[in-house]
């Protein structure tokens, strides 16, 4: 089992900055690629950002490049989201996840282990 948390959601101004963080424990979490998906009201689940097991390997979803970066620090088992310029269309819970497999992954299907979500809104 791998236990995942997310912390630093908020209610931010348009253009403004956020930094989420999803600490993992139970299983080793340095084997694990993580990623970040975000789902708004009334809305699937969409891919925001990927990093593969060791941090060589990241992907994002278009709408988010050059915006967000993802990152780990495997010592503090924990995954980041750094987003800047943040826009309304950003509001949503993200969630972390966790695929066994090590790949950065964009397909909700291939992750094994979920947080509950943290919300950010971003207001105009």
């Known amino acids: 089992q791998l236990q995942l948390v997310e912390s630093g959601g908020g209610l931010v101004q348009t253009g403004g900055s956020l930094r989420l963080s999803c600490a993992a424990s139970g299983r080793t979490f340095s084997s694990c690629a993580m990623g970040w998906f975000r789902q708004a009201p009334g809305k699937e689940r969409d891919f925001v950002a990927a990093?593969?097991?060791?941090?060589?390997?990241?992907n994002y979803a278009d709408s988010v490049k050059g915006r967000f970066t993802i990152s780990r620090d495997n010592a503090k088992n924990t995954v980041y989201l750094q987003m800047n310029s943040l826009k309304p269309e950003d509001t949503a819970v993200y969630y972390c996840?966790?695929?066994?497999?090590?790949?950065?992954?964009?397909?909700?299907?291939?992750?094994?282990?979920w947080g509950q979500g943290t919300q950010v809104t971003v207001s105009s």
């Open positions: 996840a966790a695929n066994l497999r090590g790949r950065a992954a964009w397909y909700v299907y291939e992750y094994d282990y």
């Open positions: 990093i593969s097991w060791g941090g060589g390997s990241t």
